[in-house]
């Protein structure tokens, strides 16, 4: 089982996952799962949420305008679940790796990714999530203390997933 998590402060997390992705598929590999990117929103005063379900497409705006003055949790849980069917069809069809933006709120109730991210391990695929602090407990649970801390640095990324590549190979 690989699984791995990267942290980095602000944006940089998607940035990282983003520059990751491309890399990965630069080198032939069927990469399957969910890229972000924030825009902010001047009408808001904050960003819009979108993800990239790969490989490919589509965009799905993830977030949702509560209106003023809410507050609380922004995600759209529909969109979220369209994103997770789309990347279960594309694990189906076979994949070298998955990503996942985040490990967030939805995922650490049980639901969102976290079923899906199971999948992928036990059939072999490497994980790489993103993970904010506030989920970083349920998280450590459901990786049952197996999950690898990467260091929030391209480099760091493309080791872990040289070093998944080999294992997978040799598992062949």
């Known amino acids: 089982m690989r699984l791995a998590y990267l942290q980095a402060e602000g944006g940089e997390t ?18 399957i799962g969910t890229v972000q990117v924030n825009t902010d929103n001047p009408r808001t005063g904050r960003c819009d949420m979108d993800v990239t379900v790969l490989p490919g497409g589509p965009v799905l705006r993830i977030s949702q305008d509560p209106g003023t003055g809410s507050r609380g949790c922004r995600l759209d849980p529909a969109a979220l679940e369209e994103a997770v069917a789309r990347t279960e069809t594309a694990l189906a069809a076979g994949a070298d790796l998955m990503v996942v933006n985040k490990f967030g709120k939805h995922e650490a109730e049980g639901r969102g990714f976290r079923a899906l991210i199971g999948e992928a391990l036990a059939q072999g695929v490497p994980v790489l999530v993103g993970l904010n602090g506030l989920n970083a407990a349920a998280f450590a649970d ?31």
């Open 142 to 172: 459901f990786g049952s203390g197996l999950a690898q801390r990467l260091d929030a640095a391209p480099e760091a990324l493309l080791r872990w997933l040289a070093a998944g590549m080999e294992e997978r190979q040799a598992a062949s």
């Open 14 to 31: 998607n940035r990282l996952l983003a520059e990751f992705v491309e890399t990965a598929t630069r080198r032939g590999l069927r990469v």
